[in-house]
Every structure is written in C-alpha cells, then in structure tokens.
T-cell receptor, first 113, second 114 residues
Framework: GAGVSQSPSNKVTEKGKDVELRCDPISGHTALYWYRQSLGQGLEFLIYFQGNSAPDKSGLPSDRFSAERTGGSVSTLTIQRTQQEDSAVYLC???????????FGSGTRLTVV | GENVEQHPSTLSVQEGDSAVIKCTYSDSASNYFPWYKQELGKRPQLIIDIRSNVGEKKDQRIAVTLNKTAKHFSLHITETQPEDSAVYFCAASKSNFGNEKLTFGTGTRLTIIP
C-alpha cells in the first residue's frame, strides 16, 4: 500500500478484555516496529520484527502483551486482560532493510475503561 | 540500554526567530540520529537525520549537529514559521540505516508565536 495502515483507529474496551491491533506495513518493507505513546509522552519501544529473524521483544511491558507477524507482512499486537494503564496510542512503523528512518502509521488509540 | 534525554520539554519562539532543541544519548555505539515532527493528532514524520560520520547536516531551514565526543546532538530551525509548531522528537539507534529500534527522547513542544 501507499502507507502504513493501522486498524482500528480507535478502540474502547472494558478492563480485563483482550484486544487485537493490526498493522499493514508498506509493501516490501522488511522491518516492522510497534511503539506506544501515552498522552503527552514520548514513544516507547515495544517490539521489532526484521525479515525472518527472531523478533526483538525487549520492550514489551508484561507477558500480557504479544505480537506476531505473519508471512513477513501484516502484524497483530495482542493485549490480554487489558488494564487502564494500557490506554495509549499504539503506533506501528515499517522500513526497508536499508532505508533511512521509519514510516509511521496513524496509530490506534486504545482506551481501557 | 540506550537512554536519550531531550530538552527543553516546551519552547516558545517568536515567528522569524530560531529554535534549538538538544538531545544527549548514553550509548557510545549509537550511530544514527533522526528527528521526527509530530503535528497535533498526526503521525510522527521524519524531518532530518544524521549519521555518526558527519558533524552537521542542513536541509533548507533545518539543520542538525552531532558531537560524538560529548554524545549530544541538536536540531536547529531558522526563520521559524507558524507551521513549525509541533512536537519534535529526537532518537538514536545503533544501526547505520535506522532500521533497528530507535530510542526516542521525550519530545519538545515547539510553539511559534505570530
């Protein structure tokens, strides 16, 4: 596609429910990243996929968070048993293997009530 | 791991004046330093980047400087305009091509006063 696509754009969920966030990277981009941005805060690294290599999961805040990337393209970030502190904008980005910087998606605004 | 500090957190500048945002990083192995601009309600967008083999890079009204010895880098915006109002993030990574994870600063909210 022309850009990084994320869905849904907004998600309101009840505390304790599971949510799935989807990211479609730019076609041909081998690297895919998930970041989290809390209100008025910076961007917190969550997880990074590069080609067929094992993902770098070092930023996932707890075992309630997981992500997968199928076929080297679409990625899904899953948050189980959501908590209010999970409320944030979840940003996905992708890049070519040897490109400068990332292209970000518009994000998914998650609100846990 | 890498730690990036950014200051100031907020900056107000008269239109036409210059703005400077500074960042420091902790990991001497970091070698790629991009800057992102995020307008209200929009996604972050890359505006300029610098690699460790150069000390300065310019693109029209925007410039970035890097001091590897001191482990700090700065964004300079000259002749500021209202459309420069946004949150600016610096970042650092160990990759020469910026395709490994970036560690971001906490952002600077720049307001240009007409």
């Amino acid at each position: 596609g022309a850009g990084v696509s994320q869905s849904p754009s907004n998600k309101v969920t009840e505390k304790g429910k599971d949510v799935e966030l989807r990211c479609d990277p730019i076609s041909g981009h081998t690297a895919l990243y998930w970041y989290r941005q809390s209100l008025g805060q910076g961007l917190e690294f969550l997880i990074y996929f590069q080609g067929n290599s094992a993902p770098d999961k070092s930023g996932l805040p707890s075992d309630r968070f997981s992500a997968e990337r199928t076929g080297g393209s679409v990625s899904t970030l899953t948050i189980q048993r959501t908590q209010q502190e999970d409320s944030a904008v979840y940003l996905c980005a992708s890049s070519l293997e040897y490109a400068r910087g990332y292209t970000f998606g518009s994000g998914t605004r998650l609100t846990v009530v | 791991g890498e730690n990036v500090e950014q200051h100031p957190s907020t900056l107000s500048v008269q239109e036409g004046d210059s703005a400077v945002i500074k960042c420091t990083y902790s990991d001497s192995a970091s070698n790629y330093f991009p800057w992102y601009k995020q307008e209200l309600g929009k996604r972050p967008q890359l505006i300029i980047d610098i690699r460790s083999n150069v000390g300065e890079k310019k693109d029209q009204r925007i410039a970035v400087t890097l001091n590897k010895t001191a482990k700090h880098f700065s964004l300079h915006i000259t002749e500021t305009q209202p459309e420069d109002s946004a949150v600016y993030f610096c970042a650092a990574s160990k990759s020469n091509f910026g395709n490994e994870k970036l560690t971001f600063g906490t952002g600077t909210r720049l307001t240009i006063i007409p």
